[in-house]
């Protein structure tokens, strides 16, 4: 099952997908709430120039707390069984000629693919590109 969450650019908060259409394989048209079942919900053009939505896919993935990593979030390098911080935060995005594989950009712009132990294992959630872009600045 592929989960997805839908950041709405003019309301700037998160939202979960209620409903997407699809043309050609791609998204195209959304319906988002804030509980995935149509309260407080919005719809508009998905993804793609004029879009209200950027939908960003689930990973398969956890952090050291156990919560969902989402393409789109900011993770915090560290050392699970201490939680103690190591490196510097990064964007997790999705390569497509990475084999499918997540990525990680890191400070140098080199992006790096990650298995899912090493990843889900040695990493905390700290936020997400749209709420928190402060996360990254001294990165760059």
Same mark, same amino acid.
């Given at each position: ?57 689930f990973t398969g993935l956890t952090d050291v707390s ?12 560290? &050392? ?36 899912g132990y090493y990843f889900s294992n040695e990493m905390?959630? &700290? ?14």
């Amino acid at each position: 099952m592929i989960k997805l969450r839908a950041w709405d650019k003019v309301q700037n908060k998160m939202l979960l997908p209620d409903n997407i259409e699809l043309i050609n394989g791609q998204a195209y048209w959304a319906e988002a709430s804030t509980d995935g079942n149509g309260s407080y919900s919005n719809d508009g053009k998905a993804d793609g120039i004029g879009a209200l939505f950027e939908l960003e896919q689930f990973t398969g993935l956890t952090d050291v707390s156990g919560k969902d990593i989402y393409e789109g979030d900011v993770l915090q390098p560290v &050392i699970s069984y201490t939680k103690r911080n190591i490196g510097k935060p990064f964007e997790v995005k999705k390569g497509n000629y990475v084999y499918g594989k997540w990525i990680a950009k890191d400070v140098s712009s080199k992006e790096f693919g990650v298995d899912g132990y090493y990843f889900s294992n040695e990493m905390r959630l &700290i936020g997400n590109i749209h709420n928190n872009p402060e996360l990254l600045e001294d990165n760059e």
